[in-house]
Structures are given as structure tokens and as C-alpha cells.
């Protein structure tokens, strides 16, 4: 299968399946109980702002209004958290977990340090978001819509490691022939913000919710200056600008104006195929995979009534973006999306891996 038959497979499906309707949830309350919402990264990064901006909408929508409190496992990428996601089991519905494209990375190029199955679980939300990648002021001059004038400078950016969603920058900045030094091991892209704010980084990424909760202020103030998102893709499966950010140029097009830099062959193949499967649906909610029909139908339920708000596109698109919500069937079509890639597109990023960072997986 071909990269762009793959994509615009996905999102021809992910789209019919965004229309279907939630099922009629059973009779389950919730009054009176705390729902734990387990992210498995620190407070400071985008999936904390995602879930945080859904968590009060959920309790809301929720019979009983629940109280859903946001929790942080940070670790190994979001790698410990997902493996002690695997080990629970349904209790009273009151336990939901938090993953995102650093979670479906490592599962996609079988890590060993992987012991979750996304199979095993049950999806009730999933959303797609964006990124941003920005640099400080000074390098940020030299920016004219090519990496051109930036290939000179030596980059510091602090990243989860290569092998979670910080994979899509990091082939990025070397397909443009940049010389960015990744400094591993932060709990959470908020984490990399930090860097970059205290100086100690001087180029950074952050997904949408991220950017717009703690790096548009440093554009703001002059500190920061936006270089590309990874763009959005179209219902050809082609890559067009992110909707959240419709004036900032996508890698594409910053690739294309780059000298040495291909928007086709290997390396766009495979950069393409794991930008699809972590950014189009970059976070989902899933609940244990023995938890009763009835109470997914709940979440499902209410998680549509989240959606179908008055006031849902306006608030949203100021906290997490501008991006689909997938809910009952349509998350289940979009969990396939994001846990699914080419093999070619796997075996070249494995051996970028092992020849840039020494990371061998198989």
C-alpha cells in the first residue's frame, strides 16, 4: 500500500466516521463519585491543557456530574503509565486514560519497553491536533520561509526522545539539513518549553494546545518566532495548512523552498506516515477493555453531547484548536488510524534511528 493511498484512505474514513451518531446511553449515575482522568505526562505539556479543557465539559455532560479530576503518571515517554493503564481493569467507570502520539509511536515501532496493547482497550474520544515549531528571536531573523540561512547554526532542543512524537520535528529538521542536537530525557513537551524559555534551548515544538497555552505568549512578547506547523491534511490525504494556524507556512511548503530537501522519495514517505498517525488523531481517551457496554455508552453519550455544545467550536478552538472530535464508531476508525503504518515507511524511520541516535528496536 502507498503512502497516499493509506492517507487518504484514513481520512476518507475518519470523516464518514465522524458523522455517525453516539448510541443511547443506559441508565448509569455517577453522583456523588470522582473520575480519575490518568495523562501519562507532567502538568506542563499539551495533553495536560487537552485534557484539562475537556475534563469540566465531561463532568457536565456526565449523569450524576461526576467530579473528573486530571492526573499525571509521567515517565519513559508516557511509556510507564500506558503499561500500568494495561494492567487495570474496570472497577465502577470511574478510571480514564490519556494517550497521545508519543504513546502510539513506540507501540508502532515495537519498542520493547512496550507492554500495552491499544487493542485491549476501549476508545471513547479521540482528537487531532497540530504542531508548532519555533525559534528564539535571534534565529528567528534570519528565517525567511526556508531553512536556508538557518543550516549554519547549531540547535539545542529538549526532547522527550526519538522514538515518541518527538520523531516528527526531529526527521524534519534533518530532511531541512538542520544541525538540531536533541537533549533527551524531559517528562513532557511543556518541559521543552521551559528549556527554551530559561535559554538553554534556542528551537522548539509544541502541539497545538501547548503553543497556544504557553508558547504563543513568547511569540507574543517577541522571545519566539513561529517557523512551521506540520500542516493538516485535506480529504485527498494531501497536507494543506493547519486551520488553527492558517498564516504560518507548514513544513511542506518550508521544505519545498529549502535547498536539498525533498518532498518525495524514502524519507517523505516515512515522515508523512508518522506525521498521519500522530497528528490527525494525536490524543485519545480510552476506558479498561472490560468495562461494561453500558457504561461506554455513557461516556460515549456524553462525550457527543461535549461536542454538540453551542458554544463548542468557539471554546475549543481557543484552548485545543481547531480540529475533529471522534466519538463511539468514529473514535474506533480513528484508533485504527493512529495505531497503523507502512512498513516501509516503519523500516526507514528504524534505520534513522539507529544510524542518527544509536537506537536500535528489533
Not at 534570519?142 to 526532547?159: E, Q, R
Not at 515544538?205 to 504563543?216: E, I, M, P, R, V
Not at 508523512?272 to 472490560?290: N, R
Request: with cysteine.
Amino acid at each position: 500500500m502507498t503512502i497516499s493511498n493509506f492517507t487518504r484512505r484514513a481520512v476518507v474514513g475518519l470523516i464518514a466516521a465522524a458523522g455517525l451518531a453516539a448510541p443511547v446511553a443506559a441508565e448509569v449515575d455517577f453522583s456523588g463519585k470522582t473520575i480519575e482522568w490518568v495523562i501519562p505526562f507532567s502538568e506542563t505539556g499539551g495533553s495536560a491543557k487537552w485534557a484539562n479543557f475537556f475534563a469540566p465539559l465531561l463532568s457536565e455532560a456526565l449523569p450524576g456530574q461526576p467530579t473528573v479530576v486530571v492526573k499525571f503518571m509521567p515517565g519513559a515517554g508516557s511509556t510507564k503509565g500506558a503499561n500500568w493503564f494495561q494492567e487495570q481493569e474496570h472497577d465502577d467507570g470511574t478510571l480514564l486514560f490519556g494517550t497521545s502520539g508519543s504513546t502510539q509511536f513506540p507501540y508502532l515501532l515495537s519498542d520493547p519497553r512496550v507492554r500495552y496493547e491499544y487493542n485491549d482497550w476501549i476508545p471513547v474520544m479521540a482528537s487531532g491536533t497540530g504542531g508548532v515549531a519555533y525559534l528564539n528571536a535571534e534565529d528567528g531573523a534570519k528565517f525567511d520561509g526556508s531553512a536556508n540561512a538557518l543550516k549554519d547554526t547549531s540547535f539545542i532542543y529538549g526532547s522527550q526522545g526519538a522514538t515518541r512524537l518527538d520523531l516528527v520535528p526531529l526527521l524534519a529538521w534533518q530532511m531541512l539539513g538542520m544541525d538540531v542536537e536533541p537533549v533527551f530525557g524531559i517528562k513532557g513537551r511543556g518541559d521543552g518549553r521551559l528549556m527554551f524559555e530559561r535559554g538553554e534551548a534556542n528551537i522548539d515544538y509544541q502541539t497545538s494546545s501547548g503553543f497556544l497555552g504557553g508558547s504563543a505568549p513568547l511569540v507574543e512578547a517577541g522571545q519566539a518566532v513561529p517557523m512551521m506547523t506540520w500542516g493538516a491534511l485535506d480529504a485527498d490525504g494531501n497536507i494543506v495548512r493547519d486551520p488553527t494556524f492558517p498564516d504560518i507556512p507548514t513544513f511542506k511548503e518550508v521544505c519545498e523552498a529549502t535547498d536539498g530537501c525533498e518532498t518525495s522519495g524514502e524519507a517523505w514517505d516515512a515522515w508523512k506516515a508518522f506525521f498521519v498517525a500522530g497528528f490527525p488523531v494525536q490524543k485519545l481517551a480510552f476506558l479498561p477493555g472490560d468495562t461494561p457496554q453500558d457504561v461506554v455508552d455513557t461516556y460515549t453519550a456524553a462525550f457527543q453531547a461535549v461536542t454538540e455544545r453551542a458554544d463548542f467550536a468557539d471554546i475549543s478552538s481557543k484552548r485545543v484548536g481547531k480540529y475533529p472530535v471522534f466519538v463511539g464508531d468514529g473514535s474506533k476508525a480513528a484508533l485504527q488510524t493512529a495505531t497503523s503504518v507502512d512498513d516501509n515507511a516503519k523500516q526507514y524511520v528504524l534505520n534513522w534511528l539507529k544510524d542518527s541516535y544509536g537506537v536500535e528496536l528489533n
